[in-house]
């Protein structure tokens, strides 16, 4: 059942990057997936680090082929995983710290994401785990080996022809401005924090056009007041979601679809698309029943 909702949220987003706005009615293929962020796209990159924040024991996993832990932080899959299989690629995607898998495997499709990372520089920092503009070095590492596997046609191909998916930001607000007050003396109100944030992931974005990404979508904040963590700790109303945070996350978003259509129009030949996961995910869990039964939902 969930599932199905993650499909359904993502199709329109994959059918606006294969096709653009009103163009030709066939779907191209999509030759790989390739993946920067946080815990909620990253499928195991965390296992090959030292860092505490990891997910490689259970009850995460329960629901993954075999019932096994993986490093995902989630009961099963995560998002990049189904929109692989939507794309007709592989049903999981691989971690690029993996020491399983090969250039062979992540050919069409890699994992840069680290659970608990930020745009932020500090962020990464709180936990120990893979910096941001670190994952554009392992990015340019990839680029390297794909082009010895491939050859340089069609390693330029498949570079651009991609689909590129950043999803990351939470922790840059949760593990970060909220609890470290160097934060909030270095860059001040929460807004000029934003406004930091949004250059970085305009430097980002920049950063990956010029190595040769053209497609790109660029994930917004989930409600993150709604995360269980939040909700125990929430002194004002116990249990109830933080609003304060929910409300951050709104104005970020509007923040970060300003930047995507900002970037459509100076940078020829992107297409970038804003995903925002924010509405649907308020209404899983104001109505968890529409989407069936959840025994375990937003995990983080
Ligand atoms: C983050 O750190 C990297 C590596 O030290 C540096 O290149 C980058 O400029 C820093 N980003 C910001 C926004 O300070």
Known sequence: M?????????????????????????RAKVPALIVFGDSSVDTGNNNGIQTVL????????????????????SNGRVTPDFLSEYCGLKKTLPAYLDPSYKIADFATGVVFASAGTGYDNTTAS??????????????????DRLRKYLGDQKAKETVSEAVYIISIGTNDFLENYYVLPTTRLQYGT???????????????????????????????????????????????????????????????????????????????????????????????????????????????
């Open 2 to 26: 969930a599932e199905k909702s993650h499909l359904s949220f993502f199709i329109s987003l994959i059918a606006t990057l294969l096709l653009g706005p009103g163009l030709s009615p066939v």
């Open 54 to 73: 990891k997910s490689n024991f259970e009850p995460y996993g329960q629901d993954f082929e075999g019932g096994r832990p993986t490093g995902r932080f």
């Open 126 to 143: 709180v936990l120990n785990v893979i910096p941001f503009w670190k994952q554009i070095q392992y990015y340019m590492e990839y680029r």
């Open 190 to 300: 929460v807004q000029q924090f934003e406004d930091h944030l949004v250059g970085v992931a305009k430097k980002f974005i920049e950063n990956i056009y010029s190595l040769g990404a053209r497609k790109i979508s660029l994930g917004g904040l989930p409600p993150m007041g709604c995360l269980p963590l939040e909700r125990t700790i929430n002194f004002l109303a116990v249990s109830e979601c933080n609003e304060e945070y929910n409300n951050v996350a709104v104005e970020f978003n509007g923040k970060l679809k300003g930047l995507v259509d900002q970037l459509n129009k100076e940078m020829p030949g992107i297409r970038v698309v804003f995903s925002n996961p924010y509405y649907i995910m308020m209404q899983m869990i104001k109505r968890p029943s529409l989407y069936g039964e959840f025994n375990s939902c937003f995990c983080h």
